[in-house]
C-alpha cells in the first residue's frame, strides 16, 4: 500500500540518544560474518549499562565464533574473565522503529565486538530477564560492547530539526 505521507528527511542522532531508542525495543539483527560473508539473524535484546545482550543457542553461527574468540584468550574457561585479552568477534547490531504508513521512526546501526558471557552471576541474572522467543534451549549469552554508535531519526520535512543532516 503507498504511503500517502509528505516528504521526510533523515537526522542524525547522537550516541545516547540512539541507544536509548535502541533500549526501547525488543528485537533486532545481529550481523557477523559466517565463511567470509555477513550474515543476518534477528534476535531480541536487552540493554544493559550500554551493552547489548543476546542469547543464542548450541550450534549457532554465532555461539562458535564467540567461543572460538574466547577460547583463544582463556575467558571460556572457569574463572576466566571477560574482556581478558582480546576485544571478541566484530558484529553489528541493528534496530529499528519505522511506522509503515508514515515511513517515520529510527533507526540505529552499533558496531562493537561480541562475547560470550561467562560469570555464573550475570547468566542467571540474563537468563531471569531474557526469554527467548522461540522454543529452543539458549544455553549462551553473548554481551556486545558498542563502539561506534550511529542511529538516524525519519522526520517530515515541516517538522523542526533537532540535529545535522544525517550523512548518506
Known sequence: MPSTAGPRQSVALDGSEALRLLGSVSLGR????????PTIRPVNHLLDNGS??????EGSALTSHTRHSNASNG???PGGSEG????????????DDIDPATRLGWSVV???YARLVTD????ARYRALL??????????????H???????RLIAVDEPVAGPPAAE
Not at 545481529?30 to 560473508?37: D, E, R
Not at 555464573?120 to 547468566?123: A, F, Q, S, T, V
Not at 526469554?131 to 556486545?144: E, G, L, N, S
Not at 558498542?146 to 538516524?152: E, F, K, Q
Open 30 to 37: 545481529i550481523v557477523f560474518t559466517q565463511h567470509a560473508l
Open 52 to 57: 547489548i545482550i543476546i542469547r543464542t543457542h
Open 75 to 77: 575467558s571460556d574457561r
Open 84 to 95: 581478558s585479552d582480546g576485544p571478541g568477534v566484530v558484529v553489528a547490531y541493528e534496530a
Open 110 to 112: 552499533v558496531t562493537g
Open 120 to 123: 555464573p552471576r550475570e547468566l
Open 131 to 144: 526469554h527467548p522467543w522461540v522454543q529452543q534451549t539458549m544455553d549462551y549469552t553473548v554481551r556486545i
Open 146 to 152: 558498542p563502539d561506534l554508535v550511529t542511529g538516524i
